[in-house]
């Protein structure tokens, strides 16, 4: 169906949604791989902010013991 220019289709996929790739294994975390995600902060004692994290930062997040990330 064509409006004013526009090909509007009924059946239209939806985007491809990848999941994110494993976090490093393990035997390859260690002091230096522990990265913090951009603009990563304490708030209040336990509460911290940051901005989306990446692949590289899923151990140090883990390292904090987080009970939920919103």
């Known amino acids: 169906m064509e409006m004013s220019g526009l090909d509007l289709r009924k059946h239209e996929k939806p985007p ?3 999941p994110l790739p494993s976090p490093l294994p393990p035997a390859a975390c260690n002091e230096a791989a522990l ?3 951009l603009n990563f902060a304490m708030v209040h004692d336990g ?5 989306f994290p990446d692949t590289s930062n ?5 390292s904090l013991n ?3 990330i919103v």
């Open 16 to 18: 491809r949604i990848r």
């Open 35 to 37: 990265v913090p995600p």
């Open 47 to 51: 509460i911290f902010r940051s901005g």
């Open 58 to 62: 899923f151990w140090f997040l883990k």
């Open 66 to 68: 987080l009970r939920s």
